[in-house]
Nanobody, 124 residues
Framework: QVHLVESGGGLVQAGGSLRLSCAAS????????VGWFRQAPGKEREFVAA????????PYADSVKGRFTISRDNARNTVYLQMNSLKPEDTAVYYC?????????????????WGQGTQVTVSS
């Protein structure tokens, strides 16, 4: 069982930065892939970024490539999402999720555990 808690969301102006954290409980967290997803009002949940258990592979959605960076610190059981050059269209609730397949996925239905989400609002 893995319990996930996101933090770091907030209100920021366009062009600004935020760093989201996903803190996990569970001794085997280091063997899980972790993904970040987001959901804006009236829209479906979409993939943002993922990281394999080792950090060796980090796929990104085209919409955030070059602006967002995912990383993990397995010693701290934490995954981060550094978000730079934020745009109003990045406004959404951001969720982290854990996949017991260590290679991860860009598909939300593959993830077994989800956090409660953290709101990110980017003003123009």
């Amino acid at each position: 069982q893995v319990h996930l808690v996101e933090s770091g969301g907030g209100l920021v102006q366009a062009g600004g930065s935020l760093r989201l954290s996903c803190a996990a409980s569970g001794r085997t967290f280091s063997t899980y892939a972790v993904g970040w997803f987001r959901q804006a009002p009236g829209k479906e949940r979409e993939f943002v970024a993922a990281i394999t258990w080792s950090g060796s592979r980090t796929p990104y959605a085209d919409s955030v490539k070059g602006r967002f960076t995912i990383s993990r610190d397995n010693a701290r059981n934490t995954v981060y999402l550094q978000m730079n050059s934020l745009k109003p269209e990045d406004t959404a609730v951001y969720y982290c999720a854990a996949d017991d397949d260590p290679l991860g996925s860009t598909f939300s239905h593959n993830y077994e555990y989800w956090g409660q989400g953290t709101q990110v609002t980017v003003s123009s």
